[in-house]
């Protein structure tokens, strides 16, 4: 499954991004979908996933209560909202895809990875 995510930018602190992520090549509905980002020098960290159904999410507790992850089968796309962004949210947001099975947090369980988007919040 080839991915691709979009959204990312420059906010100020407390204000909100929606990024997206658009998946082609195989059928979405049979994926689980992860969210990760990388701030610089540091390791790559899980933020959010959610269940090929959409019944299922999971976050990290950085940003629990402040994002939100949702998809759209139909259209192929998965989400995360972000709210009240703080700038040590300010990495490189990447999205990533496994078969289904139980919701996951370690990247080396997803074989699927897209390009990163930037986002950048300035206090």
């Known amino acids: 499954v080839q991915l691709q995510a979009s959204g990312g930018g420059l906010v100020q602190t407390g204000g909100s991004l929606r990024l997206s992520c658009a998946a082609s090549g195989r059928t979405f509905s049979n994926y689980d979908m992860g969210w990760f980002r990388q701030a610089p020098g540091k390791e790559r960290e899980f933020v959010a996933a959610?269940?090929?159904?959409?019944?299922?999410?999971i976050y990290s507790d950085s940003v629990k209560g402040r994002f939100h992850v949702s998809r759209d089968n139909a259209k192929n796309t998965v989400y995360l909202q972000m709210n009240s962004l703080k700038p040590e949210d300010t990495a490189v947001y990447h999205c990533a895809a496994r078969y289904r099975d139980r919701l996951v947090t370690r990247e080396y369980e997803y074989p699927y990875w897209g390009q990163g988007t930037q986002v950048t919040v300035s206090s």
């Open positions: 959610i269940s090929w159904s959409g019944g299922n999410t």
